[in-house]
């Protein structure tokens, strides 16, 4: 439905941070570990000629230069990830790669669902020539659910009954109480309840949706 898409809520591009510390692939290890500090985060990204992101070091993939080689080995003596990594000096030798990235035009349902699937806390985001545009982690995302209960009603009552189906406010009720929202009421025959209801739990910082809807040809 082309209401759907237009009541789809906010984007990826719409939230994410897009300064975003960058190394190159040559970067020293050292070097990396100033940028963490100086920078007060726990990962850089690293790109490559293109400002397109090739791989990202963390806190984690350092962690393993304390280890030292040949500790982390596995039982038949052939080298680990981590073992490998110990040995690393440069940002190519030291990152996590492949990276999952975004669109910026990705609704954040999108978003969440991979982060949720790969059990990732961020991803980031790339332009139409993979080149790096942002970030968003999962602290953006949960931002949306800190909208006030007031414009989500409005949104339901103007965007969703009035503008997009032409229904009167009077007979449909729109309470919303922490981002739970309950809908009650008639609406005429040519409605889908069942549409309605999906409508709403797409808005930004809905959390729930109860409804006691019913049509106006519909049995008591």
Sequence with gaps: MEMEKEMSGRTVGEIMSKGVVCVQRRTLFKEIVHVLREYDITAVVVTDGLDRPVGVVSEADLMHKLAGPGRESGPSGIPTEGDEKSRGATAEELMTSPVLCAGPEWPLSWAAHVMETYRVKRLLV??????????????????????????????IVEEVLVKGLGEQPSTVSVEVLHGEVVLSGEVSSTVSISIIEHICRGIDGVVSVRSRLRCLDSPV
């Excluded at 790339?126 to 970030?135: R, S």
């Excluded at 982690?137 to 414009?151: C, H, K, P």
């Design 126 to 155: 790339t332009g139409a020539q993979g080149e790096l545009v942002g970030l968003v982690s999962r602290s953006d995302i949960l931002q949306v659910f800190l909208r006030r209960d007031a414009e989500i009603k409005n949104e």
